[in-house]
């Protein structure tokens, strides 16, 4: 099955086999030079000289561990324009008060109405950079430049832009940050990881969750430990993965994002097809994932069914209210353009036989 999903995204098979490494004790040595190099990997994926924590976890939890331990806030305003934008809010409810800022998903964000919020009295900022239910990237920069004209907190979901789009923490002005291991990053699912600066502990919440209070994190870090027994296995497993960003560079990997996602969508406009996003000046398309208004004369069930049963390949639907409204394909992790040719060519050779485009891919230029 080749794995064309907004994660988890299908794996380097150097990846694959570091996890069959035999356990290893985690106070040992051996594992604090592997979470030594993950976190100072990680570090240049954020864009940050602070500090970064690894969390065995998935990307929901370190969302709920940016926001736990650091909800010493009489308000935060949190922006929803997808189903990344709304689960923070609803981690958020649970700490402090909340005003979410709504947008129709798949529409942009308007700055105006964040400032509002802010200017209303929310002492932090929470949003996705990029919002991979509706495939747009959000404007993380001009995003934490209001927050600041307001002293707020800034914290980013940058679970599907962090390792394979330009991210620049440091330079922003986001305070706190997060990325999951299975999106860009092209690990298995398992791992997060919260980038912290120092700021961020002005708004520390003693109230958070043991599990995933980072102040211990901290702590440990110190002596290159977690406080808990990590998952070992995903750590090999990480570590391979950013070694195999470190070999390909950075910038050539965000540059492979961008150029593969970019194919996509020249493919979409070729065919006569819609992509979903609804762009105003601020906002782009994603560069990770593409989401697509579904054609007339054909269901989502037929389509990704198809693409499943017959020629092996897995992309996503629309999600909640989306259902059957679009579908996304994922760019992220060690994509290749012959697996996006492939996966672009199969759902072209569907679209055609029922008459809803004509063949295009051949005409477009990689
Ligand atoms: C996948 C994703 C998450 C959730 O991560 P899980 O690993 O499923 O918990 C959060 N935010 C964004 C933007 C995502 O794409």
Redesign the pocket.
Known sequence: MLLMI??PVHLHERIQLAMAKPMIGHRTKDFSEILEYCTEMLKKLFGTKHDVFIIS???????EAAIACFSKVKRITCIDN???GD??GKIAERYTEVDVVRFEWGKSIELDEVEKSLAEGSEALAF??????TGILNPARELAKIAKKYDALVIM?????VGGDYVAMDEWGVDVA?V????CIGAP??L?AVAVNDRAWEFYNEKCPFYLDLKAYKKKLEDWQTPYTPAVSLFFALQEALKIIEEEGLENRIRRHRELSAFVRKWVEEAGLELFPELNEYSQYSNT?TAIKMPEGITDKELRGELKEKYGILISGGQEHLKGKIFRIGTMGNVTIRDVVTTLACIERILVKRGIIKPVLGEIEA
Request: with cysteine; net charge positive; proline share 6%.
């Open positions: 907004p994660g976890g998935s990307g929901t939890a370190g969302m997808g189903k990344f689960r923070l996705v950079h990029n919002e991979t239910s979901d940058g679970i599907t832009s997060i999951g291991s299975q999106k699912p398992g997060c994932v």
